[in-house]
């Protein structure tokens, strides 16, 4: 992993950057990435496959989307090239049926391995029996080492900016981590079973600020 030092530094001018950027709605400075990125953006779940169901019933496909469209608004302002995998409520497969997950699945693999992207980004919203869990956590594919260079360091900009995160990144076998050899991570954002979680999910502020914290991320680990 890059020097400790290095990291911070880099982190705190972009972190600053990014933040001055946006919360003012104004862009007042520009970072312009040494060389065009591709990120695929993975929003979780869509159509009759909702996911998590919070407390008061949100639905964790629509936050999915939700927070993959802030991302690539932010991240097309940098300068790279997004890509998502869905781009509305729908889910990826034909029809409703036996093994309609496992195709909406393969064409998640194949949108992503045609857009031959620098970093992959899954994003979904957690849920546990325990409704005191709560807080980000980012897993990676513990066999490749970019993956986990990212989620580490993405995990640790989540503790020094989001309330309640995870103590750590976490490794999980899951079929998204492992479409292309690039950097790939799997957000979960929160916890949809807590009900604080699950509307503070729901605030702008909390979703710009979260979204900060991995285009920040990838910018330090990328092209830092």
């Known amino acids: ?37 591709t990120v695929v953006l993975d929003a979780g779940h869509g159509g009759i496959d ?10 964790e496909s629509d936050l999915n989307l939700k927070y993959c469209k802030t991302l690539k608004s932010m ?17 990826l497969y034909s029809e409703y049926k036996n093994g309609f997950k496992m195709e909406d699945m ?13 970093v992959v980004i899954s994003i979904h919203m957690n849920k546990f029996a325990v409704s005191s ?19 580490m360091v993405m995990q640790q900009v989540f503790i020094d900016n989001l309330p309640y995160a995870r103590k750590e990144a976490k490794m999980a076998d899951l079929y998204m981590l492992k479409c292309v050899s690039s950097p790939s991570v799997l957000i979960e954002c929160g916890y949809l079973s807590n009900v604080e979680e699950e509307a503070l999910l729901q605030q702008q502020d909390y979703i710009n600020n ?3 914290c991995i285009l920040a991320s990838v910018l330090a680990v990328i092209e830092g």
């Open 210 to 212: 979260l979204c900060y």
């Open 1 to 37: 992993m890059r020097n400790q030092i290095i990291f911070v530094t880099i982190f705190v001018a972009l972190f600053s950057a990014i933040y001055i950027c946006y919360n003012g709605g104004q862009a007042v400075q520009s970072y312009s990435p040494r060389s065009s990125l």
């Open 106 to 118: 393969r064409k998640r693999r194949e949108i992503v391995q045609n857009a031959n992207p620098d």
């Open 133 to 151: 869990s709560r807080g980000a956590q980012v897993f990676y594919d513990d066999e490749m080492q970019s993956g986990k260079e990212l989620a």
């Open 75 to 91: 991240m097309e302002e940098y300068g790279m090239n997004v890509v998502m995998t869905r781009e509305d409520e729908g889910g």
């Open 50 to 59: 909702v996911g998590a169901v919070g407390k008061n019933g949100t639905l």
